[in-house]
C-alpha cells in the first residue's frame, strides 16, 4: 500500500484475481483463503481508479473488506443490498460489473457518484441524503414478506449518518413489525465505540450462532411459565451483555445486536454474517473500521481525504485563469466579522464544518459555534429555540439538505417570524455528484413562504452586504450561493447592509433587458455588449423590485430573467406574476434549470447543457428575437 501521495499508483496495478470478478456470482466461487487478496487488489484498484477521476475516497477504502463479505455470503442481486449514503459504494461498483468503468465515474455520460437504480441491479436504492437505508430496507423487508419470498435484505449505515432522526425512525419501527433484515453499522473508528479485541471476537461469535439464539428462545418458553424468572433472566443477560458490549440501546429497541466487530477481519465478517443472515427477525451488527485503510494520508486526516480531486500532475504550462475567494471563505470570513460586532450571533451546521467554511469561527468562538451532526430538522429548529430568547442563529447548510428541514423553516420559523439567517451553500448545479446534490429547488420553495426574504448574490462582496441585509432584518431571511469561486475583487470588510427589495442597474442598453438573479451576471454582461441589451442585478426575489420591473417593461420590447434554479415557481415565475397581477403584457423569456434532473458532469458543462452560459443565453435571446420578428411581419 502506498504511504504518501508520491506513491500513489499511476499506472493501473496489476490485479489478476480481481480482472476474474465481473459478478458477484464469480466472486462467491473463491475459496475463502483467496478474499484477502482479493481484498488486497480491489484496495490498489480503487486506489488507481479514484485517483485518476476525483471523488469520495476515505470511506470506501474503508469497506473493501465489508463489501466482499457481503457479496459473497448473500445472494445479491437477488438479496437486497443497500449503501448509506453512498460514499463508500465504490468497491461495490467494482465487484458488480462496472471495473472497467470506473474510469469514467462522476463524468459526463459515465458512473454516478452513488448508487442508482437505473446504472445496475444491484444497486437496490438510489442515495444522496444520508441516514435513508434502514427505512428503505424496512420497506423491502416488508414487501418480502408479503410476496411471500426469501430474499434477505441489508443496509450498511455509517456511524454519522446514524445521527439523523430518520434513521432512529426506522430502528424503532422495525422491531415493531417483526422485520427480517439486518443493519450493518459501520464505525469507522470516529466516535461511537472501540473494538475490545479477542474477548469481543469470541462473544460475537456466540452472540450469533443458531446454538445461542435457540437456547434464548429455549430458556425464554420455560422461564416464562415461572412468575418474574424470565425478567430477571433477561436482565441479567441485558446487564452481562451491556459491560462488554455497548449494544444495550439497540437491544432495548429490540434489535439482536452483535459487535463490535473488526471490519477489516474478513474470516471474522464471512463467518458472523454467514450466522445471522439466517437470524429472524431485526438484526444488527456493529464493525469498526478505518476511514482510509490502506493509504496512510487518509489514514491519518479522514476528514481531508473524504474526497479528493485528480491527482495526476497538472500541465505546468496551463495558464491558471485568476479567480476570487469561494464563495463559502466569504460566507466563513462575514461570520467571524460579524460575531466580533455582535455577541448575539451564533453559528450552527449540520455536520459541514469544512465544507461550509465554518472552521475559523469554530476555533474563535468555540461556545457560539454548534455542529448538530446529520440532523437537518434539529439545526432548523434548535436555530428557532435560539431566536425566541433573543439569539441570532446563522444557519450554515447546503440548498440540497435544506430540503429535509422544510417543515421545520415553515412551521418553526417562517410562522413564527423569528430571526434566523440561512446561508445556503451549494445552490444552483454542483457537478459531479449529480442531481442528489444540485441545489435546484430553493428559490421555489424559499420565496412562497410568507414573510422570508429571499437574495441572490451575483458576486462575493454582493453575497458579504446580502448576508448583513439578512442578519439586520427583522424575521427570516435566506442568502443563497454557489460552490466554487467568484470573480477576482478588491478586498472587502464591509458589514454594511442593502436597500431591501432593490435591484441595481448594471448596464443601460436597449431593446432586451436581462433580468439576473444570482452569479450568471457576468455572463448576461458579455451578451449585453453583443445585443446592446440592458443588464440589471435584480438581488431580491422576494421581496421583488416592482417597480424596477415595470420601468424595464415600460422601456424595453423583450423582459429575458435568467436564474441557476428550477424555471418552474423561480423568480422569473415572479416576474411574471407581478406583471400579470398588473395587468401589464410584455413578451418574456425565462432562462434556467429545465423541469428534469441534470445529469452529473462538470459544473461547465452543465451550466452549458442548460442554456446558462454566455453562448446559450445569446442564443436563446437571439431565437426569442427572430420570433418577434417574424410574428409582427404577420400581423395584418
Not at 437486497?80 to 460489473?97: F, S
Not at 486526516?301 to 471563505?329: C, F, R, T, V, W
Not at 434566523?420 to 446534490?437: N, Y
Not at 429575458?560 to 415565475?573: L, Y
Request: hydrophobic share 40%; net charge negative; glycine share 10%.
Amino acid at each position: 500500500m502506498p504511504k504518501t501521495l508520491q506513491e500513489f499508483p499511476r499506472q493501473r496495478p496489476d490485479t489478476p484475481l480481481l480482472d476474474r470478478i465481473d459478478s458477484p456470482a464469480v466472486l462467491r466461487t473463491l475459496s475463502e483463503s483467496e478474499l484477502d487478496t482479493l481484498a488486497d487488489e480491489l484496495r490498489q484498484y480503487m486506489l488507481y481508479t479514484v485517483g485518476r477521476t476525483g471523488g469520495h475516497f476515505g470511506a470506501g477504502l474503508g469497506v473493501v473488506e465489508l463489501t466482499i463479505a457481503l457479496h459473497y455470503v448473500y445472494n445479491t442481486p437477488e438479496d437486497r443490498l443497500l449503501w448509506d449514503v453512498g460514499h463508500q459504494a465504490y468497491p461495490h461498483k467494482i465487484l458488480t460489473g462496472r471495473r472497467e468503468r470506473m474510469a469514467s465515474l462522476r463524468q459526463k455520460g459515465g458512473l454516478a457518484a452513488f448508487p442508482r437504480r437505473s446504472e445496475s441491479e444491484y444497486d437496490t436504492f438510489g442515495v444522496g441524503h444520508s441516514s435513508t437505508s434502514i427505512s428503505a430496507a424496512l420497506g423491502m423487508a416488508l414487501a418480502h414478506r408479503l410476496q411471500g419470498n426469501d430474499r434477505r435484505t441489508v443496509a450498511v449505515i455509517g456511524d454519522g449518518a446514524l445521527t439523523a432522526g430518520m434513521a432512529f425512525e426506522a430502528l424503532n419501527h422495525a422491531p415493531e413489525v417483526k422485520a427480517d433484515m439486518l443493519v450493518v453499522l459501520n464505525d469507522n473508528d470516529m466516535s461511537i465505540s472501540r473494538n475490545v479485541g479477542g474477548l469481543n471476537n469470541y462473544l460475537t461469535k456466540i452472540l450469533s450462532s443458531r446454538t445461542y439464539a435457540s437456547m434464548r428462545e429455549g430458556s425464554k418458553k420455560i422461564l416464562s411459565r415461572i412468575p418474574g424468572a424470565w425478567e430477571i433472566a433477561r436482565r441479567t443477560e441485558e446487564h452481562a451483555k451491556g459491560m462488554l458490549v455497548p449494544g444495550t440501546l439497540f437491544e432495548e429497541l429490540g434489535w439482536n445486536y452483535i459487535g463490535p466487530i473488526d471490519g477489516h477481519d474478513l474470516p471474522t465478517l464471512v463467518a458472523t454474517l454467514r450466522k445471522m443472515r439466517d437470524l429472524k427477525g431485526p438484526q444488527f451488527l456493529h464493525i469498526i473500521t478505518k476511514k482510509g485503510k490502506g493509504f496512510a494520508p487518509a489514514e491519518a486526516d479522514p476528514i481531508g481525504y473524504h474526497a479528493i480531486g485528480k491527482l495526476e500532475p497538472e500541465n505546468p504550462q496551463a495558464a491558471k485563469q485568476p479567480s476570487g475567494p469561494k464563495y463559502s471563505a466569504v460566507f466563513g470570513q462575514w461570520l467571524c466579522d460579524m460575531a466580533v460586532q455582535d455577541e448575539r450571533l451564533i453559528g450552527i451546521t449540520p455536520a459541514m464544518k469544512e465544507g461550509s467554511d465554518l472552521v475559523a469561527f469554530s476555533e474563535r468562538f468555540p461556545e457560539r459555534y454548534f455542529d448538530v451532526a446529520i440532523a437537518e430538522q434539529h439545526a432548523v429548529t434548535l436555530a428557532a429555540g435560539l431566536a425566541c430568547e433573543g439569539a441570532k442563529p446563522v444557519v450554515a447548510i447546503y440548498s440540497t439538505f435544506l430540503q429535509r428541514a422544510y417543515d421545520q423553516l415553515i412551521h418553526d420559523v417562517a410562522v413564527q417570524d423569528l430571526d434566523v439567517l440561512f446561508a445556503i451553500d451549494r445552490a444552483g448545479l454542483v457537478g459531479e455528484d449529480g442531481p442528489t446534490h444540485a441545489g435546484s429547488f430553493d428559490i421555489s420553495f424559499l420565496r412562497c413562504i410568507p414573510g422570508m426574504l429571499v437574495m441572490t448574490p451575483s458576486d462575493g462582496h454582493e453575497l458579504r452586504r446580502m448576508l448583513s441585509t439578512g442578519y439586520q432584518h427583522r424575521g427570516p431571511a435566506a442568502v443563497r450561493y454557489p460552490r466554487g469561486n467568484g470573480p477576482l475583487l478588491a478586498a472587502d470588510d464591509s458589514l454594511e447592509p442593502l436597500p431591501i427589495g432593490k435591484g441595481v442597474l448594471r448596464r443601460q442598453g436597449r431593446g432586451v433587458a436581462l433580468l439576473v438573479f444570482g452569479v450568471q451576471l457576468a455572463e448576461a454582461l458579455q451578451v449585453a455588449d453583443k445585443l446592446d441589451a440592458t443588464v440589471v442585478d435584480m438581488r431580491f426575489v422576494k421581496p421583488l423590485d416592482q417597480e424596477l420591473v415595470r420601468q424595464l417593461a415600460a422601456s424595453h420590447t423583450l423582459l429575458v430573467t435568467i436564474e441557476e434554479n428550477a424555471i418552474m415557481g423561480g423568480a422569473g415565475s415572479a416576474v411574471s406574476e407581478f406583471l400579470a397581477g398588473e395587468a401589464i403584457v410584455r413578451p418574456l423569456l425565462h432562462l434556467g434549470l429545465p423541469d428534469s434532473y441534470v445529469e452529473h458532469a462538470k459544473p461547465a458543462d452543465m451550466l452549458a447543457e442548460c442554456g446558462l452560459d454566455a453562448a446559450g443565453i445569446e442564443a436563446a435571446v437571439r431565437r426569442r428575437l427572430a420570433l418577434l420578428e417574424k410574428d409582427s411581419t404577420q400581423v395584418v
